[in-house]
């Protein structure tokens, strides 16, 4: 193997490796509870609705991900054979380590982003079963105030007087009724939110919907916000 896989490919499959263990194999006490389950009710025909936009947004968002992931390469694939048809006469596909080392990483890649996107997919199945009227009312508010690609990407989900929001890693079950400190600072497109249950928890919220996330707050607790 030589030295440029080493110098750029293998960090970054270690880090995805890093990535794998921290998404996949690493499960709290709520991701062990949704591995396990499994949908007994049919839903609500709203409800149902809503589940089928989440399924079509996640088939819509897969189909971009093998563009932007394998075109680039089969193009990149395709010029290397080129060159060695014309330097050999002969159509000669060979694998090289830097080659195994790029497919490695985008194989790693798109299977972790689509394992985060099914995951969230039926925790939202999970939580349509289990809600209430009231929190189903709330998730298509804020739904209707987040951008057009992420509608059906709510960042959080109140369900059962429980708060569940979605980080990169995690999907973190928050006791509402116990936050006793939340700060957030802005950044260009999103909001980075620190709460305190009493443990610390970050978490980044996007600008859209984060009016209902501290009403929720505010629902459950004594704290008042001011924001625009």
Not at 50 to 76: A, D, R, T
Not at 108 to 124: E, P
Request: proline letters at 3%; aromatic letters at 18%.
């Amino acid at each position: 193997m030589d030295s440029l896989s080493f110098t750029y490919f293998l960090p970054l499959l270690l880090f995805e490796l890093l990535f794998f263990y921290l998404i996949v194999v690493r499960k709290n006490a709520f991701e062990k509870r949704l591995a396990l389950f499994n949908p007994t009710r049919q839903l609500s025909q709203e409800r149902q609705a809503y589940m089928q936009k989440v399924y079509k947004y996640c088939k819509y968002f897969n189909s971009i991900l093998l563009i932007i992931f394998y075109l680039p390469l089969c193009f990149f694939i395709t010029l290397i054979i080129k060159e060695r048809y014309e330097e050999t006469g002969k159509l000669v596909i060979t694998i090289s380590n830097n080659m195994m080392m790029i497919l490695l990483v985008l194989f790693l890649a798109h299977y972790l982003i689509i394992y985060l996107k099914k995951r969230k997919a039926k925790a939202l199945r999970m939580f349509l079963e289990q809600m209430s009227d009231n929190d189903f009312e709330l998730l298509l508010k804020v739904k209707d105030s987040l951008s057009f690609t992420n509608k059906y990407n709510s960042p959080f989900v109140l369900c059962n007087h429980q708060l569940y929001v979605f980080s990169f890693f995690s999907i973190n079950e928050i006791d509402p009724s116990k936050v006793t400190e939340v700060n957030w600072s802005y950044g260009k497109h999103s909001i980075f939110v620190l709460l305190k249950t009493p443990k610390r928890i970050s978490v980044i919220l996007p600008q859209g919907g984060f009016c209902y996330f501290l009403q929720i707050i505010e629902q459950y607790t004594e704290l008042k916000f001011y924001y625009k």
